[in-house]
């Protein structure tokens, strides 16, 4: 398995969540209702050596 998504409809819109493995990295993609917030732990199962949290609004514009 290399991909999985997942999406579901609340009172405040819509949630979705999911993940990909490509080139040996792991990309996960989370997307939440206009003015909502979500708080999101990732837990490595070992240690890493490098990580890179890239976070797009609404607009598309990139933080990291």
Not at 34 to 52: C, D, F, L, N, Y
Request: glycine share 8%.
């Amino acid at each position: 398995m290399t991909r999985v998504a997942k999406s579901v409809q609340t009172p405040f819109g819509r949630v979705a969540s999911g993940w990909q493995i490509s080139d040996g990295f792991v990309t996960l993609t989370i997307a939440v209702p206009a003015g909502a917030q979500a708080i999101v732990r990732v837990t490595p199962a070992e240690k890493t050596t490098e990580s890179v949290l890239v976070h797009t609004n609404s607009a598309g514009k990139q933080h990291r």
